[in-house]
């Protein structure tokens, strides 16, 4: 034997190899004695005696300090370095004590955003307040059947779908922002950051942000829409649309044209908790 941790000997080689057992032996985990055919124990019992099939072992590698993997490649995605909007790519830290899916704020949202949509000239669903007393109410019946554990399960699923939600957004080039169904922002990925001068804290409560970046005409869309996710029983959707948008810093009602995907997310009771919009602006 040659000296060194790089050289094997492999079993295969050696001349004096025994006689592999038999069939019945191998199965009865026992050894064949003196390797004939029939061997003495098939004899005696009278059993067929035929050669076991045996598995062909890989071949022994040569190991180094360092391998080299030829024809594969190892794709990984680099680490960012923080920028200007570095710190809105950190998870936020939840303060939930019910799930969102359970939080019957919707009516007071809409309140707020119609009373904006009729400053604007847009006159909006005239049906919207029977609608939302009947989601209000939904919401209300789901909460008076819904025990401690199972919020606690409806919480722990709402974090886990947010935490994936995340990873994804954090590695998209696309602009996304992740908000629940109280309309409260947990994510904005750097991209999204940029296109909008966002330099809010996350989570983000108010509601002013949305009211500045929107075009009346998007507003009005997305609060269709979401009346729409909260009335139907559809798993989980996702809507395109085109309309306008302005970034934070610009103070001008001069907004900018993108195409946005809105993506839907519901919890184990079927009810919408965690909503991804994505932009994709014109080019300027």
């Given at each position: 034997?040659q ?14 190899r ?9 199965d009865?985990?026992?050894t ?7 061997c ?20 022994a590698?040569?190991?180094s300090?360092s391998t ?34 359970l ?5 007071k949202?809409?309140e ?15 049906n ?5 007393d ?5 919401i209300?019946?789901m ?5 401690p ?5 409806l919480?722990?699923?709402f974090?886990?779908?947010?935490s994936i ?11 996304t ?14 991209a999204?950051a ?14 002013e ?26 798993v ?7 309309a ?5 810093d610009?103070?001008?009602?001069v ?13 184990l ?5 965690l ?5 994709l602006?014109?080019?300027?």
């Open positions: 034997m000296n060194g941790c790089n050289t094997f000997i492999h079993c295969g080689s050696m001349s004096a025994k006689r592999p057992a038999c069939a019945s032996c191998r009865s985990h026992v064949c004695e003196g390797g004939e055919r029939p003495h124990r098939c004899k005696v019992r009278g059993w067929e005696c035929v050669e076991s099939v045996s598995k062909r072992k890989c071949k590698q040569r190991i300090g080299d993997v030829s024809g594969k490649t190892l794709t990984t995605t680099p680490p960012r370095i923080a920028g200007e909007y570095g710190e809105l790519r950190k998870v936020p830290k939840l303060e939930i004590s019910e799930p969102p899916s939080c019957a704020v919707l009516k949202d809409f707020i955003y119609v009373e904006y949509l009729r400053r604007e000239g847009i006159i909006f669903d005239t919207v307040k029977s609608k939302l009947t989601i209000d109410q939904k209300v019946e909460k008076q059947f819904t025990t554990q199972q919020k606690e399960q919480l722990s699923d974090t886990k779908q947010l939600a995340i990873e994804a957004a954090r590695n998209c080039q696309v602009p922002i992740i908000s629940d169904r109280s309309v409260v922002v947990h994510y904005v990925n750097d999204a940029s296109l909008l001068s966002w330099s809010h804290p996350l989570p983000y409560r108010d509601r942000a949305w009211l500045h970046i929107m075009s009346p005409e998007m507003l009005s869309f997305l609060m269709e829409n979401s009346i729409r996710i909260n009335m139907e029983c559809i989980d959707r996702t809507v395109y649309h085109r306008s948008f302005r970034s934070l610009c103070k001008d009602r907004y900018r044209k993108c195409n946005y995907a809105i993506s839907t997310k519901r919890d009771l079927g009810l919408p908790q909503t991804t919009l994505q932009l602006p014109d080019p300027e």
